[in-house]
């Protein structure tokens, strides 16, 4: 046992933790941004069935159809890009714990600020925007 009260295993154990709690945060957002992708992929889909596959003016159950399913696809993009924002928030709780228990060397370089990105409100405003050009292009056609 070391002058800080942990055992080399206990060294060892929040490293793993650590390095397993910075990959995880990475996998979270790229979630995010995959998420986001496919939303505004299925959201392109919508449009050209809109366009395209339904020759002719639309059927007023058409455009209410491909309306709802936007915005059912949004809502549902929306809440597992808010969810995966909430597992990052208890991945940095966790490292941040961590932190406190490394040595001063390693707070202190760490102690530099750094504001918080904030991307996953980028990816739903984008999200909710899709969905209502989605609404205005589906109404108009």
Known sequence: MNSDGLTDDD?????????VSVADI???????????????????????????????PLAT????????????VCVAGIAMIHRLQSSIAGRRTRLGRVRERFGEAFRSAWSIPK???????LLTTV???????????????
């Open 11 to 19: 060294r060892e154990e929040l490293r793993l933790l650590y390095n």
């Open 26 to 56: 990475a996998f979270f957002k790229q979630q995010q941004w995959s998420v986001s992708n496919y939303t505004l992929l299925i959201h392109a889909a919508l449009l050209f069935i809109a366009y395209q596959l339904l020759n002719g």
């Open 61 to 72: 159950w058409h455009h209410w159809l491909l309306v709802v399913l936007a915005w059912t």
């Open 115 to 121: 504001d918080p990105d904030n991307v996953h409100w």
């Open 127 to 141: 999200v909710l925007l899709s969905a209502g050009v989605v609404t205005w292009l589906v109404l108009v056609a």
